[in-house]
């Protein structure tokens, strides 16, 4: 798989091979399974430089030059220089006026509920991201802190769901890639995270450790709250955590409890020396798109699944901010084209975690990751997921990777 440092060169040559294969969905399963992986390292693994000429609008910078992250200011010179490559991507158009969604949410006489619903919808649409995290506190006798995090991205995210009590939203990467020529590659397509809002939802499943799941009751006392679940790419549980949003003159924002998740792909590509991020979230609607901070704690587990250690407290910013006139057509092409089978999926994980209360969820069986395998499912064509039949293959792909401790 390909590491987080490619240089431009690199990237070109080994990721754009790759990315050619994944796109003509070589049905061979390692040529598959190469191009995925390869393509998810690449986005999720390695921070890139920027967006090229558009950053020069925001910041009057030079877009050649490397943003950092806020540092330690005695180190090394050179040493807290964050990790990832030096890509570009192409050129956007920010939305500098408030969005049509922002104004819905400011709109007077509604109710709380309503109010609430209209900032998590508020966060769909078309954006470009940035991703910032570094270590801020360090805990252990000669510590040294690990280099900061920074990726980019261009992504839509779709409302799958919108009911009184419940919003799905569907992230899709769309990303155009700059050559060394300043040409595009073609649009890099990748399903990535979904979020799920319910409200006063009784119960959610929460992260244990050692690949453990269990199902918690959210306290009574929480009414109004709203509880998030993050899954990562195949529809997997990421986190799930209950919060209440708050509303303010010209924001809203929601903060949920401490919860624990498992190490995220930015973290596992490169380190094996903790076990699980015990954190918070708080997401930040703002009139042109919003902004989710994170605080986590890397921790240690001993052999009962307990904290033993704290190594370092990190702290994350992403913000999505809206952008206009950007070809989404190939991402609209592949949501359209693969939906039903992710509707499928969905619905495996609502089934089992109504029925099961204890469940260990695998990254990988027989050698193949969960994600590698349901992605090439998806793009299978002339498969009717509404059948029986497929309806039990799902489950016995499933039944590889998810099992339940009696």
Same mark, same amino acid.
């Given at each position: 798989m390909l590491g987080a440092g490619l240089y431009r060169s690199e990237y070109e040559t080994c990721g754009g091979t790759l990315l050619n294969l994944f796109r003509r969905k070589q049905r061979k399963s390692a040529l598959f399974a190469a191009a995925l992986g390869a393509t998810l390292a690449l986005l999720a693994s390695a921070g890139v430089r920027g967006y090229g000429q558009a950053d020069k609008e925001d910041i009057g910078a030079?877009?050649?030059?490397?943003?950092?992250?806020?540092?330690?200011?005695?180190?090394?010179?050179?040493?807290?220089?964050?990790?990832?490559?030096?890509?570009?991507?192409?050129?956007?158009?920010?939305?500098?006026?408030?969005?049509?969604?922002?104004?819905?949410?400011?709109?007077?006489?509604?109710?709380?509920?309503?109010?609430?619903?209209?900032?998590?919808?508020?966060?769909?649409?078309?954006?470009?991201?940035?991703?910032?995290?570094?270590?801020?506190?360090?805990?252990?006798?000669?510590?040294?802190?690990?280099n900061p995090y920074q990726s980019w991205g261009t992504e839509y995210v779709y409302v799958v769901t919108d009911e009184p009590d419940i919003i799905q939203l569907q992230h899709i990467l769309v990303m155009e890639v700059k050559k060394e020529d300043g040409s595009a590659m073609d649009p890099i397509v990748v399903k990535h995270w979904r979020q799920d809002w319910m409200f006063e939802a009784p119960t959610m499943h929460t992260f244990k450790g050692n690949r453990e799941w269990k199902?918690?009751?959210?306290?009574?006392?929480? %009414? /109004?709250?709203?509880?998030?679940?993050?899954?990562?790419?195949?529809?997997?549980? !990421? $986190?799930?955590?209950?919060? =209440?949003?708050?509303?303010?003159?010209?924001?809203?924002?929601?903060?949920?409890?401490?919860?624990?998740?498992?190490?995220?792909?930015?973290?596992?590509?490169?380190?094996?020396?903790?076990?699980?991020?015990?954190g918070t979230n708080h997401h930040t609607i703002t009139p042109t798109g919003w902004v989710q901070e994170e605080q986590n704690l890397k921790v240690v587990l001993n052999g %009962? /699944?307990?904290?033993?250690?704290?190594?370092?407290?990190?702290?994350?910013?992403? !913000? $999505?901010?809206?952008?206009? =006139?950007?070809?989404?057509?190939?991402?609209?092409?592949?949501?359209?084209?693969?939906?039903?089978f992710w509707a499928k999926v969905r619905a495996y994980w609502s089934e089992t975690f109504a029925r099961e209360d204890h469940m260990v969820i695998a990254k990988q069986a027989d050698g193949a990751h969960m994600f590698m395998t349901l992605f090439q499912m998806a793009e299978e064509p002339g498969i009717d997921w509404s059948a029986s039949s497929e309806q039990a293959n799902l489950e016995a792909v499933m039944a590889r990777y998810v099992t339940f401790p009696p």
């Open positions: 030079d877009p050649n030059e490397r943003q950092y992250t806020f540092s330690w200011q005695y180190a090394v010179s050179g040493d807290m220089a964050p990790r990832g490559g030096t890509t570009q991507g192409a050129e956007v158009i920010l939305v500098t006026e408030p969005s049509p969604e922002w104004l819905r949410l400011q709109e007077p006489g509604i109710s709380k509920k309503e109010r609430d619903r209209r900032a998590i919808l508020s966060m769909a649409g078309p954006y470009r991201t940035s991703f910032d995290f570094i270590e801020t506190i360090g805990f252990t006798h000669g510590y040294a802190p690990s199902k918690q009751a959210v306290r009574a006392e929480r %009414r /109004g709250h709203w509880v998030q679940a993050v899954y990562q790419v195949d529809d997997s549980p !990421r $986190y799930m955590a209950a919060g =209440e949003w708050q509303h303010t003159a010209n924001f809203s924002s929601w903060k949920s409890d401490e919860t624990w998740r498992p190490l995220p792909r930015r973290e596992f590509s490169v380190r094996q020396d903790y076990d699980v991020l015990i %009962r /699944g307990g904290a033993a250690e704290v190594l370092a407290r990190e702290n994350g910013l992403a !913000r $999505y901010e809206r952008i206009a =006139e950007f070809n989404w057509l190939p991402g609209d092409d592949y949501w359209e084209r693969t939906k039903p």
